[in-house]
């Protein structure tokens, strides 16, 4: 099984930066794609980004150019760097690994609120 962790939610102004990091619990967590989700109230939930074993990047428009998604395989980590925040970024943020086998676990999540 695989458990994943998620932390650096809070409270932020508009503009402002937070850095989501989550560890990933498990075996055969090496061949994965660790993103990030969120979903907002009354919204479904939305891939925001992603990041193959590989390095190889994917980003949602809407986090193109102000997220940044990285990881570290031998921690079994990934975290999502988000700038110039908004108060559209407002959500429920979601760590999710899937496996070669299509097998995904998911986080608790954590909170983003941006609020002046």
């Known amino acids: 099984q695989v458990q994943l962790v998620e932390s650096g939610g809070g409270l932020v102004q508009p503009g402002g930066s937070l850095r989501l990091s989550c560890v990933a619990r498990g075996n055969s967590l090496l061949i994965t794609v660790l993103g990030w989700y969120r979903q907002a109230p009354g919204k479904q939930r939305e891939w925001v980004a992603s990041?193959?074993?590989?390095?190889?990047?994917n980003y949602a428009d809407s986090a193109k150019g102000r997220f940044t998604i990285s990881r570290d395989n031998a921690k079994n980590t990934v975290d999502l760097q988000v700038n110039s925040l908004k108060p559209e970024d407002t959500a429920v943020y979601y760590c999710?690994?899937?496996?070669?086998?299509?097998?995904?676990?998911w986080g608790q999540g954590t909170q983003v609120t941006v609020s002046s």
């Open positions: 990041i193959t074993s590989g390095g190889n990047t």
């Open positions: 999710n690994l899937r496996k070669l086998n299509g097998a995904s676990f």
